[in-house]
């Protein structure tokens, strides 16, 4: 097996989740250059944070087509054009509506992203360096949101249309992306299951797993006759019914901590905690920051000491931090520097845990005749979660109060925690045809 292969491809196309990130956290340093440009009133200024996200809903919920239909890798290349047209179209709009059109096309790109590059990822990943290997795809999220904030830190400095800058030179990855692609192959198991091609998967396999190919390949084809014999192949069956309610939950948990809300509005929780305008772009980097060192850590860790025992620590963790952040925010005089202290805690453990796990765990507990229908499923949860929470955290910060909003997402945290320990399975080590094959409740 040549490791380096592997490794160069799983990069590749983790590259996608460079642009995820880039694309869901740019909108935070433009939001109010926005509002103030077009003069939106709170409607049309809560649609301009929001259609994005809306487009994430669309693309994760058709994500399965594509990626079945037309292949792993030319959904890819449909991926980076989306982002390439967004970012152009976003700095070069004349007028509000031309604009919201091209944030929902980029969307779309985040969407599909989250279904494809984590399957692909899975499908050419060596069971014991699976998780590392999907974990690049949230290491290259998080990078993009760090290079996005500080991107916007720079770029914000430059004028009062400063923004189109910040949104426009996503362009310049985009196309990057998109001429790399062009060196990866298609998904051996895709081409195997998909199309019937079994000597150009072989092919591939030979470069993931060496000697061990022709035994992987023929697994691959077992499982697939096993259940053909079974007569399923629907996503909500009874055999497949453990893996959806745990890909749902780890969703919807996902969501629930408020990881997105602090994405989306970093600036202005930190002027809620008391920090001026330039201070909280600052802390903002750092949060990005921090997301991107512990997630590094993560998938270092995720093969080692496995998913679920990943998912305890951040459990605790975000418990622990965010309930620091609800009891900073009841004190009558409310220090600044110290949210920001509890929310860089809280982004350690999220993406120590939940942040790392995610894409790697739902791509990893479907039968492969099902695999992308399932990541389509998780992400949809995850981008319909997400855009829930970003348009309705201004209304509870504002109905409620940080404190309040804070303590709702530690409760939240505690269920997760009852998650983890009652239901969650270790996927660590186990190849996909078992799993697909076995997988049950814990």
């Given at each position: ?10 990069f ?9 990130g ?36 669309l ?23 989306l ?46 360096s ?149 201070s909280?772009l600052?802390s ?36 622990w ?34 942040g790392?796990v ?50 709702i ?22 190849s ?11």
């Amino acid at each position: 097996m040549n490791k380096n292969t592997v490794l160069a491809w799983s990069f590749v196309v983790a590259l996608g989740g460079f642009l995820f990130g880039f694309d869901t956290a740019v909108i935070s340093g433009a939001e109010k250059a926005v509002q103030l440009f077009w003069s939106l009133n709170e409607f049309q200024h809560g649609l301009t944070m929001a259609i994005a996200l809306i487009g994430t809903v669309l693309g994760a919920a058709m994500g399965a087509y594509p990626s079945d239909k037309l292949g792993r890798k030319s959904t890819l290349f449909l991926v980076a054009s989306l982002y390439f047209i967004s970012a152009i179209g976003t700095a070069f709009a004349q007028d509000w509506n031309t604009f919201i059109l091209f944030r929902f096309l980029g969307g779309i790109g985040v969407g599909v992203s989250s279904v494809t590059a984590p399957i692909y990822i899975s499908e050419i990943s060596p069971a014991k360096s699976r998780g590392k290997l999907v974990g690049l795809f949230q290491f290259n999220v998080v990078l993009g949101i760090l290079v996005a904030y500080l991107s916007n830190y720079f770029i914000g400095q430059g004028g009062e249309e400063s923004w189109r800058w910040m949104l426009g030179v996503q362009a310049f990855p985009s196309l990057v992306f998109f001429v790399l692609i062009s060196f990866v192959p298609e998904s051996p198991r895709w081409l195997l299951l998909h199309r019937g091609k079994k000597e150009e998967a072989t092919a591939i396999m030979k470069k993931v797993s060496g000697e061990q190919a022709a035994y992987d390949v023929e697994s691959m084809l077992k499982s697939q006759q096993k259940v053909k014999a079974g007569g399923d192949g629907l996503l909500f069956s009874k055999n497949n019914r453990s893996a959806v309610i745990l890909a749902i939950l780890f969703a919807i948990f996902n969501q629930v901590s408020g990881i997105n809300a602090i994405i989306y509005y970093a600036p202005r929780v930190f002027e809620m905690a008391g920090l001026g305008a330039q201070s909280s772009l600052l802390s903002t980097v750092g949060i990005g920051l921090v997301n991107f060192i512990f997630t590094l850590l993560a998938i270092n860790f995720i093969d080692k000491i496995g998913r679920r025992k990943l998912m305890f620590i951040g459990s605790l963790g975000m418990i622990w931090a965010l309930s620091l952040v609800s009891y900073a925010f009841f004190l009558d005089t409310v220090a600044g520097m110290m949210v920001t202290v509890y929310l860089m805690l809280f982004i350690a453990f999220f993406a120590f845990s939940q942040g790392a796990v995610i894409w790697v765990f739902i791509s990893e507990i479907f039968p492969n005749d099902i695999r992308a229908k399932g990541q389509t499923l998780g992400s949809l949860t995850h981008w319909v979660m997400a855009a829930v929470i970003t348009f309705c955290f201004p209304a509870l910060t504002g109905l409620l109060g940080g404190a309040y909003t804070f303590l709702i997402f530690a409760v939240c945290m505690v269920l997760q925690l009852l998650y983890v320990w009652k239901l969650m399975p270790e996927t660590k080590g186990k190849s996909l045809e078992e799993m697909g094959n076995t997988m049950t409740l814990h």
